[in-house]
């Protein structure tokens, strides 16, 4: 009967993540290690009118150059820039703390 077949529930497909298939040889990739300290960047401005201010940044960075490297490539986005109205970030002059607790998660 064609009618007892049709009503048998079909197998479902096997799922294969494509994270779970690794070639034949290959190690698996490293476990994360522990996360990266949270430092406050805090950079001059200065307005055309001669108004001063500042604008930080919190950023994850080992050590106080990456941290303020991080936050110079962040000054110069376009919603940076909009954010301090256009004012001129003097990045020369740019300082880096780490923050409260020294690990925001």
Known sequence: MALASASRPRPLPSI???SA????????????????PVWLVTV???????????QVFAVRAATVP?????????????SAVLRRRGAA???AQATAAPAAGGFLV
């Not at 190690?27 to 996360?35: D, I, N, R, V």
């Open 44 to 54: 001059p401005t200065a307005a055309a009118d001669s108004r001063g201010g500042v």
């Open 21 to 36: 298939v690794r070639p034949s040889g290959t190690a698996p990739a490293p476990a994360p290690g522990p996360p990266l």
């Open 89 to 91: 970030a003097d990045l």
């Open 66 to 78: 990456d941290a303020l490297a991080l936050a110079e490539s962040r000054a110069a986005t376009p």
């Open 16 to 18: 294969v993540r494509p």
